[in-house]
Each structure stands twice: as structure tokens, then as C-alpha cells.
């Protein structure tokens, strides 16, 4: 046997070494692959309230007719009754999937708020996991109809019997429902 014939292994020091390091890379970039995934979560969760809330007046409008003849339907149903029964809430007010969704209408439209994450997990803040959404219903005389401004579009045009996102979700829409970081650090 050769006296040089070492066992060729990793000591306890050298591991514990590179456990050290792998332990301070983690804690650096642990926090911030969080904040990424939040970010993506919530802007998922905006995106997702969205389309459920114009899919709940499709199928009210589908079910009832155009909007401004809710308050003369057959079932005797107001306005708030007729969209909360699309929305589909668990009894808890809930979506199936966690997000909390609140409808205020009235014979001219209907406010929106969400909470995609729920109201029992925080942030709980208009912008990061709070949004608002409004509905302005058609009227009879389309002359009457309220007038905008649609992203992409020069002119005024009708903008009623269409959710619009308002504050901080329509600034997630614009920017194609990703956070910039000047909207995030608000």
C-alpha cells in the first residue's frame, strides 16, 4: 500500500462552507422570488375578476335581456339580485377559488370590488390585491349613452354595457395585465 493513496472525500468544514453559502444565497433571493410570485398572483387574480364580471352580465343579459329592462324582469328580481346570481358566490360570498367579489348596481350600473386573494390574507390594499371595476348600463335612446375614451381608439365611443377597470386595474389592462414597478410601489 502507497502512503499516498488518499480517500478522496469532503470534509466536515468544506461542507459545512458550502452549506453556508447555499444558506446565504437562499436568503437573499428567497424574498424576492416571493415578491414575484405575489406580483403574478395578483395580476392573474385582476385579470380573472375582470372576466368574470363581464362574463356575469353576459349571461345576466343572455337570461334578462339588454340591462335597462332589468327593473321590469318577470322573476321581480332587482338589479344587485340578477348579477350576484351569475357571479355564482359560495355562500360565504366567496368564488370557488378564493376571491371575494362584491357587486353594488343600481338601475343605472353597477360598481365592482375584488379581493383575489380573499379577505382573511393581506395585503388587503387597492392595488396590490383590492380592485375596482365599473358597468354603465345602455339606456333606450343610444344618444343617451354614456361616452369615452377605450385605449387604442382616437375617438369618443359608447361605452356603456362594458366592465371597465378603474384606478390601478386599468393600469394593469393597459400594460397588458403586468405589473410595472412604479405601480407595484405605489
Known amino acids: 500500500m502507497s502512503m499516498f493513496n488518499k480517500n478522496k472525500a469532503f470534509t466536515f468544514a468544506e461542507l459545512a462552507v458550502v452549506m453556508l453559502i447555499l444558506g446565504v444565497i437562499a436568503v437573499m433571493t428567497v424574498p424576492g422570488l416571493r415578491k414575484v410570485m405575489q406580483r403574478s398572483q395578483f395580476e392573474r387574480g385582476a385579470q380573472k375578476a375582470y372576466f368574470t364580471f363581464n362574463e356575469a352580465f353576459d349571461e345576466a343579459v343572455v ?16 338589479v344587485n339580485t340578477i348579477i350576484n346570481d351569475q357571479l355564482k358566490l359560495q355562500d360565504n360570498g366567496l368564488t370557488a377559488d378564493g376571491m371575494e367579489l362584491t357587486v353594488n348596481c343600481s338601475n343605472d350600473g353597477c360598481d365592482f370590488e375584488a379581493d383575489v386573494n380573499g379577505p382573511k390574507k393581506e395585503p388587503n390594499l387597492y392595488g396590490k390585491d383590492k380592485f375596482k ?46 405589473y410595472t414597478d412604479e405601480l407595484w410601489d405605489k
Open 63 to 78: 337570461q334578462y335581456g339588454p340591462a335597462y329592462k332589468w327593473k321590469d324582469n318577470v322573476d321581480g328580481k332587482d
Open 133 to 178: 371595476y365599473q358597468l354603465t348600463f345602455s339606456k333606450v335612446d343610444p344618444e343617451d349613452n354614456a361616452k369615452g375614451k377605450i385605449e387604442g381608439m382616437d375617438q369618443e365611443v359608447d361605452i356603456t354595457d362594458r366592465v371597465i377597470p378603474l384606478d390601478e386595474a386599468a393600469e394593469l389592462q393597459r400594460n397588458n395585465w403586468k
